[in-house]
């Protein structure tokens, strides 16, 4: 999974006649094996024709232990066959209803409520056991296959049948041993925007009421928010880190209240002097300042503050910026950052900051290092009649 960095080198070299003998007589099995599995788990008037070429015979609807063990066969060599996953999923969802050599239970009356406890408690180990079989044929895909979606799909599906299907402790035991494992992909790939989306997805899981005893849910947002902060400090340029922790940070204002703002930008101003040529930071400094901005403040940390705070925080952090531009002149972040507050600050005030007394020069400096985008300098020079 640590594709970050790694340039791609094409493996492709002239291949002999016996290798593509070969090829080709893997392409006839896999063919065989895709018509094999459609004809025992979807039966169509079209797979006739087939049935009469392959040799096979149809049977409707072979939702067996035998035929799931097709479908793995099959999804090893192509994961990417996301109809032969939907196969998979209705022979699961057969093995969940009929747990037992019996079928469904059928027990009535009171006087039999001892054996429908112990029928329940065996099907639910029985599916557990389904479920869990399941998850376990999709780590070495995983492994293989690692940005895959169908593969993860199916485990989301899965996961989500032992919320519907099973007690919440053992459901939610699923999900926790989830959270380990996309916490382990993250470790070898820190960046992977999927493993990121992946791993939002299993929080707000657990988080929910369906798999707490809690009627509100069980909030994670201080874990998650600690998870991101370790995850950054590792490699300061992950995008998706950057990402999640700003989604996490109107909930922790939530919960912890006031004060949080200044901690984040405090925050962000020391990873701004370790490495202000680092877009990742800058992005996420833009999304803090986005606070201040009276269109957009009312999806922000801070909804509720009044210009007058407004206009004290951008100031401020225009002497930090000023500060910071001692150091890095030929960084065009920090002269755009210090554009987007003067800005900011005008919309809420009428007037330019005292700061801003340098405005001409900034954008000058800023068509120099940043010539690919001199249309759009030029439009915002007009605009702030500079």
Known sequence: ?????????????????????????????????????????????????????????????????????????????????????????????????????????????????????????AKHERITDIIANDLQFLVPLLLKFPKCYWIWNHRL?????????????????????????????????????????????????????????????????????????????????????WHTRSKLIPRLLDEKGAGEEERQLKWIQEALWTDPYNQSLWFYHHNLMCTFDPKLASTTMAPDLENEQRLMYISKEMENILELLEDAKDCKWVYQSLVQLVTTYESLSGRRPPEAEDMDTWMVELRKLDPLRNGRWKDLIEDLRI
């Open 157 to 241: 599906w899965l996961l989500e049948q032992s919320t519907k299907l099973l007690p919440v402790p053992q459901a939610r035991q699923f999900w926790q041993d989830e959270l380990g494992l996309v916490g382990k992909m993250l470790s070898r790939d820190s960046r992977n925007f999927h493993g990121w989306g992946y791993r939002r997805t299993v929080v707000a899981a657990l988080e929910s009421k369906e798999l707490n005893s809690n009627p509100e849910g069980q909030s994670m947002v201080q874990a998650e928010f600690d998870y991101t902060t370790r995850m950054i400090k590792t490699n300061m340029s992950n995008f998706s880190a």
């Open 1 to 121: 999974m640590a594709s970050h960095g790694v340039p791609r080198i094409s493996e492709a070299v002239p291949k002999s006649d016996d290798a593509r003998s070969k090829e080709l007589q893997k392409i006839v099995e896999y063919r065989a094996l895709v018509d094999l599995v459609n004809l025992k788990v979807y039966f169509h008037h079209s797979y006739w024709q087939i049935s009469s070429l392959t040799g096979y015979k149809i049977q409707e609807r072979q939702y067996t232990t035998e035929v799931l063990q097709l479908t793995s066969k099959l999804l090893t060599r192509n994961p990417e066959y996301y109809t032969i996953w939907n196969r998979r999923r209705l022979i699961l969802q057969h093995q969940f209803v009929y747990t037992s050599p019996h079928g469904p239970s059928t027990t009535e009356g009171s006087e039999e409520a001892a054996e429908e406890v112990a029928t329940s408690s």
